[in-house]
């Protein structure tokens, strides 16, 4: 309930305290040192201070970590109106929130800009369930890996870079070799295991740059980016390598060493779709498949040399 002290309502700043501190939204005032003038109950109680003993803080007395500065300086050094998604947490809970926050700036008779006003809404529910969406769209979620529609999205992005300014960019496919027969001797539980083992162990091989996604059941692909077909062919036969001395063992029987195969292909001047590109990997694949397993081949004019074995296509 809002009382007023006076028979009828007229506009002071009484009245306005008592609407912004039923306002629910979270509002404040900072001047040009960014220290807080004025803020509403709403944000007293989530910052866990007294009304009156906020005035005069600056965020990091109030939070362990603010995304505030950057908008801040938007509106304090050039006068912009902003509006965007800002990240906190809260010093006195630990707790970290999400706020869509509209800014604009306070000016003084002269036109000089003294502070900034802030209404913020709170979104970290909304904010969250959108991330999780998210990654559920482009995840995998037997491996925590990127999923096939992802890996198609980014090698579009990276080809039209490729093709734009004559950059390299590699695709490795890869199988696990007769993946079948783990899956009919050990059964669909173990044939998980042994997927997100391989997944792991390539990922640990990997660059910073380089990006791993399942595609299927057992196939993976990773997309080299900056990559020419040699280094490619390298990175491959590093991984085949290392997959032929690895073994798992667990409440079965005896111990499963997976083996892979693995094709290669590269941008090539010409291309303008990056299917283009996995079909050349895919044929590259199946040739290592078909011509004995646990290889790598190349969809390429450069030799690939694989136990003493040289191949291309």
């Keep these: 309930m809002i ?11 009484e009245l306005c305290q008592l609407v912004l501190n039923c306002f629910g939204a979270y509002v404040s005032i900072k ?7 004025y803020a509403n109950r709403k944000l007293a109680t989530l910052v866990g201070i007294q009304l009156d003993s906020i005035v005069g803080c600056i965020d990091r007395q109030l939070f362990d970590y603010t995304t505030f500065q950057d908008s801040d300086n938007c509106v304090l050094d050039y006068g912009d109106y902003v509006e965007d ?5 809260i010093k006195s809970t630990g707790e970290q929130r999400v706020f869509l926050s ?16 802030c209404v913020s809404t ?3 529910e909304m904010y969250f369930q959108q991330k999780k969406l998210e990654v559920e769209a482009t995840t995998d979620p037997l491996t925590g890996l990127f999923n096939r529609r992802f890996l198609f999205t980014l090698g579009h992005k990276y080809l039209s870079n490729s093709i734009r300014f004559n950059k390299s960019l590699s695709l490795i496919m890869l199988d696990i070799d007769l993946f079948k027969d783990i899956n009919d001797k050990y059964g669909h539980p173990v044939g998980d295991l042994v997927i997100k083992f391989v997944a792991s162990a390539i990922k640990g091989l990997l660059r910073k740059e380089d990006i791993l996604a399942r595609v299927g059941g057992e196939e993976y692909l990773v997309l080299l980016p900056y990559t020419n077909v040699k ?7 590093k991984i085949r390598a290392y997959m032929d001395k690895q073994s798992i063992s667990g409440d079965w029987t005896g111990e499963i060493s997976p083996k892979l195969s693995l094709g290669v292909s590269s941008y090539e001047a010409g291309d303008v779709e990056f299917d283009q590109i996995y079909a050349r990997a895919d044929k590259a694949l199946y040739q290592a498949k078909s011509s004995g ?6 969809f390429s004019s450069v030799i690939t040399v694989n136990k003493g074995y040289s191949n291309t296509i």
């Design 122 to 124: 709170d979104i970290t």
């Design 3 to 13: 009382i007023v002290k006076k028979e009828k309502i007229e506009v002071d700043l």
């Design 231 to 237: 280094l490619a062919g390298v990175i491959a036969e």
């Design 293 to 298: 397993r646990n290889k790598v081949c190349m």
């Design 85 to 89: 998604k800002e990240v906190v947490i």
């Design 102 to 117: 509209s800014k604009q700036p306070i000016f003084n008779v002269n036109k000089l800009i003294v502070g900034v006003l």
């Design 31 to 37: 001047d040009r040192n960014k220290k807080y003038v």
